[in-house]
């Protein structure tokens, strides 16, 4: 899978050619503890101040790292795919090599830090599955009509948990068609013509 960045996002990015490999990692770790503790004005003065630039210039370039290392590790994209991901920014090798190593060093941690934050999106939590089959009816005496009964729980975290299911009803010969289908989108999207176009995407 492969990051679509927006042109902000690129924007934001933009900056970090512009400084060392010491500020990039300074910017990761900004960026880790903004995830814990929350954005901090104090500490883009003092890095602003540090590089002669605007504030404006490293909050951006914080955040826009910062949504870099959680997209990439909220979807676990493997080191092709991050690589081939950051390839629209025009970065050097070396600077993309950097990002990487960044990414590899802390994406367990992100991805830790994540799942205790408070998200208003239903996560999947169990599911239960039940396969009824129709032998007969008054009017046909042989007749097999299988249905499968799926209930989804799911949960939400926004300061408390909270539960719900969903009940979901098919036939096993579209539950088939459906599963092939996503898997085939899924193959898509790992050749190297899904990756081109994916690049180009602006």
């Excluded at 933009?14 to 503790?37: C, H, K, M, N, T």
């Excluded at 590790?73 to 090798?93: A, P, R, Y």
Aim: proline share 3%.
């Amino acid at each position: 899978m492969l990051l679509v960045l927006s042109e902000e996002h690129k924007e934001h990015l933009s900056f970090l050619p512009q400084v060392d490999a010491a500020v990039v990692g300074e910017f990761g770790r900004i960026a880790l503890e903004f995830l814990r503790r929350g954005a901090s004005p104090k500490v883009y003065e003092g890095a602003a101040r540090k590089l002669c630039v605007p504030v404006e210039m490293v909050q951006h370039g914080v955040e826009g790292l910062m949504f870099l290392m959680t997209e990439s590790s909220k979807h676990m994209i493997s080191e092709v795919d991050f690589l081939d991901s950051v390839l629209v920014l025009g970065f050097s090798e070396e600077l993309n090599q950097m990002l990487l190593q960044l990414y590899l060093q802390h994406h367990s941690q992100i991805r830790s830090i994540l799942s205790h934050l408070p998200s208003s999106m239903p996560a999947y939590h169990n599911l239960e599955w039940r396969l009824d089959v129709q032998l007969a009816r008054r009017s046909v005496r042989q007749q097999l009509i299988p249905m499968l009964t799926m209930r989804v729980h799911l949960t939400r975290s926004d300061g408390h948990s909270n539960y719900n299911s969903r009940i979901l009803q098919t036939d096993p010969s579209t539950l088939l068609h459906l599963i092939s289908t996503l898997e085939a989108a899924l193959a898509a999207m790992k050749t190297s013509h899904a990756r081109r176009i994916l690049r180009n995407i602006k």
